[in-house]
């Protein structure tokens, strides 16, 4: 096969990369949630709207049997939030929002089910993002409180306190955050407060300085970010003047975007999480004008090529001699 026939081949295969599946839906339809993963393995979804309230749901997601179970509710109804694992193992619900912009931080603890309240953010605010960096402390970044914020707060789990840190260069609220093997938190997409960006920023935490990225191919806002078992960031979903099911693969060893296989149906003001499986999912959120309690699962490890693509390749094959 030539080189120009290969290299095309490639690029199908490539684009094809990543099945997703539907997995069991959560009881609870919402929107604006947050979602994460403590020590035992699950993931849990916890607040988000219905669609007329803001609440307080926390609704347990095990892979190994394709269920969900309700638990204890937290203490604040509330939506636009975000929630990380730091270095203790339990799961933290930061800011939000409810009739005004919370600064409230709240700790679930999976072996008891019980939530407890601990230091507020210094910066109350709505549509941040959080992430678990390296030295296992979490990130709070961006969000919104009446400004575009570029805030970035860190929480010590172990003296239950707040320390601000480098602000990000890009203001931004609806943004997205994750952690790749190289340990730095990538703060992706999101709205500067006059348009949806592209915009991919990573932060140190050994040097508290933050270095602008290759952006992502598609500009958006809501969307969601995850690292699974091939130790990528994937930013899927999102809005950008609709509601998109775009799926972009960012590997920090080489600063480049791909685009992977899109999501069953386009959705934004969704979460996403990866349990030890390894796989992504992509929970809640908004398709259309309906609310979702939908849950897929992306593989990045398998291929679909489909009837179109198998052509494609049949005359590269024919081409290459």
């Not at 009881?27 to 916890?46: E, F, H, M, Q, W």
């Amino acid at each position: 096969m030539n080189t120009i026939a290969f290299a095309h081949l490639q690029k199908i295969i490539t684009a094809s990369s990543g099945i997703w599946n539907a997995k069991a839906s959560m009881p609870t339809a919402r929107l604006d949630l947050a979602a994460a993963v403590p020590s035992d393995g699950k993931i849990y979804a916890v607040g988000g709207h219905n669609g007329a309230n803001y609440v307080a749901t926390c609704e347990q997601y095990d892979p190994t049997t394709n269920t969900w179970t309700a638990k204890a509710n937290m203490p604040t109804a509330r939506g636009y939030l975000a929630a990380a694992v730091p270095s203790d193992g339990k799961l933290y619900a930061v800011g939000g929002y409810n009739s005004s912009d919370l600064a409230t931080c709240e700790q679930y603890d999976p072996t008891t089910n019980t939530w407890t309240a601990k230091a507020n953010m210094p910066t109350a605010r709505s549509a941040l993002a959080a992430a678990v960096p390296s030295d296992g402390k979490l990130y709070a970044v961006g969000g919104y409180n009446g400004s575009d914020l570029a805030t970035c707060e860190q929480y010590d789990p172990t003296t239950n306190t707040w320390t601000a840190k480098a602000n990000m260069p890009t203001a931004r609220w609806g943004l997205a955050a994750a952690v790749p093997p190289d340990g730095k938190i990538y703060a992706v997409g999101g709205h500067n407060g006059a348009n949806y960006v592209a915009t991919c920023e990573q932060y140190d935490p050994t040097t508290n300085t933050w270095t602008a990225k290759a952006n992502m191919p598609t500009a958006r806002g809501y969307l969601a970010a995850a690292v699974p078992s091939d130790g990528k960031l994937y930013a899927v979903g999102g809005h950008n003047s609709s509601y998109l099911a775009t799926c972009e693969q960012y590997d920090p060893t080489t600063n480049t975007w791909t685009s992977k296989t899109s999501m069953p149906a386009a959705r934004y003001r969704h979460a996403g999480a990866v349990p030890p499986d390894g796989k992504i999912y992509a929970v809640g959120g908004q398709e259309g004008s309906i609310i979702s309690a939908a849950c897929v699962q992306y593989d990045p490890e398998l291929t679909v090529i489909t009837a179109e693509q198998i052509k494609q390749i049949k005359a590269l094959l024919i081409l290459g001699g």
